[in-house]
């Protein structure tokens, strides 16, 4: 591979990385081994850790969706390897 190739492999891992730390952070993170502690705020009436497990990380998922496809967006015009 060139250097513009290791160029944009690095760019594409940096991005997936960070992605996969907040997926990991929100799941096991907020839903899990945070809860306890995050049970002591209410949103919606409900503990924060419940809302977290149930209902919030699918909201964070999600933006972590349409973020991911926007920056490699991004990425590929920067690298010249974008689609019309």
């Given at each position: 591979?060139?250097?513009?190739g290791d160029a944009?492999?690095?760019?594409?891992?940096?991005?997936?990385?960070?992605?996969?730390?907040?997926?990991?952070?929100?799941?096991?993170?907020?839903?899990?081994?945070?809860?306890?502690?995050?049970?002591?705020?209410?949103?919606?009436?409900?503990?924060l850790g419940f809302?977290?497990?149930?209902?919030?990380?699918?909201?964070?998922?999600?933006?972590?969706?349409?973020?991911?496809a926007k920056k490699?967006?991004?990425?590929?015009?920067?690298?010249?390897?974008?689609?019309?």
């Amino acid at each position: 591979m060139d250097s513009n190739g290791d160029a944009y492999w690095k760019a594409t891992l940096g991005l997936l990385t960070k992605v996969l730390v907040v997926w990991f952070v929100v799941s096991f993170g907020a839903g899990i081994m945070f809860k306890p502690a995050l049970d002591a705020i209410s949103l919606g009436g409900y503990p924060l850790g419940f809302w977290f497990a149930h209902q919030g990380s699918i909201y964070i998922f999600i933006v972590c969706i349409f973020y991911y496809a926007k920056k490699m967006g991004e990425i590929d015009r920067k690298f010249d390897v974008h689609e019309d």
